[in-house]
């Protein structure tokens, strides 16, 4: 009787809508038959799913949401831990550049967004002002709109890059708070008994420092990259897909808001779902594991 209100809440929230995602995975529909729902019979079908089987853009968003998540987790952990390592001594000032750093993470998306779409801007954007006026550049570079460009011979994919970028800039400072408290908690006796036995810094951090974060690395790792497999707005706000930014949520709501077909985006949304369920598994263990150790 006491979990009941939460259970129903459950039930409502989330049960039922995932509930109706899967029926419209599994039949034909369209937004134009959702004021018959209910009045005829579901017609079960597995063609949404062998349409996305067979699609070119479900295979390349999974593959730009894959590169896209794997380069997001990789730079923002290895940004935060960088940092983490660079401030754990105290020096004057320690306090506010600590503060700074979370002005990214803290910043609303929507700001964050059009501060960088304004900097990009190829017409009266700071970075291509600055390219054409020291670097030489002729011409503006669409960074938001380009899909490649080569870079001494080698093919960029300069959006996708971007928005990788973005990402890591706005999560770096929260893969930062956790590797700082955990480095807080690393006993300073260790270090100073490998100094005393000649340990350098670069030894210290290898033997010392890294294996100590290697559980709340790899859970930040995984964590990071399940979030930014979902991602949406961060990157439709930037690029709205253009550039080959097509992660699999931008192609999601392209399948229910461009093509109105609800039985093929549901059938998208599953297959994330499956994917992100498998993710999550691995999250639970790695939890589990961490708690132990």
């Keep these: 009787m ?30 134009v038959d959702i004021p018959y729902l209910g009045t005829e019979p579901v017609e079960w079908t597995l063609a949404n799913f062998q349409q996305a089987a067979w699609s070119q ?15 997001t987790a990789v730079g923002s952990l290895a940004v935060g ?3 983490a390592l660079a401030l754990r001594r105290p020096f004057p000032g320690r306090g506010l550049v600590r503060a700074l750093l979370l002005v990214p993470y803290v910043l ?44 001494l011979g080698v093919p960029v994919p300069v ?13 770096a400072p929260l893969a930062f708070l956790f590797l700082t408290a955990r ?29 100590q974060l290697r ?13 930014s497999f979902q991602t949406f707005d961060d990157v439709y706000l930037l690029t709205e897909g253009a550039g080959s930014t097509q992660v699999m949520a931008i192609q999601v709501y392209t399948e229910l808001v461009t093509k109105a077909d609800i039985g093929s985006a549901a059938a998208f949304g599953l297959l994330m779902s499956l994917i992100l369920g498998v993710l999550l598994v691995g999250y639970v263990v790695l939890s589990r594991r961490a708690e132990e150790s």
């Design 215 to 227: 559980a709340v690395v790899l859970l930040l790792l995984l964590l990071r990259f399940i979030w």
């Design 159 to 171: 959006a996708l890059l971007v928005v990788v970028l973005f990402d890591i800039w706005r999560s």
């Design 81 to 83: 831990l960088a940092l």
């Design 108 to 151: 609303p998306v929507v700001a964050a967004a059009t501060i960088w779409k304004t900097a990009l801007n190829p017409q009266y954007g700071v970075v291509n002002a600055f390219g054409r006026a020291y670097l030489g550049w002729d011409t503006p570079v669409g960074f938001l709109s380009t899909t490649s460009a080569d870079v």
């Design 2 to 31: 006491l979990a009941s209100p939460s259970l129903a809440v459950v039930a409502v929230v989330v049960l039922l809508p995932f509930a109706l995602v899967v029926v419209f995975g599994f039949s034909e529909i369209r937004l």
């Design 183 to 211: 480095l807080q908690s690393v006993p300073g006796e260790i270090e100073e008994a490998a100094a005393l036995d000649g340990a350098n810094r670069r030894q210290a951090l290898r033997f010392i420092l890294l294996p």
């Design 57 to 71: 853009a479900f295979w390349g968003a999974l593959w730009t949401t894959v590169l896209y998540a794997g380069l």
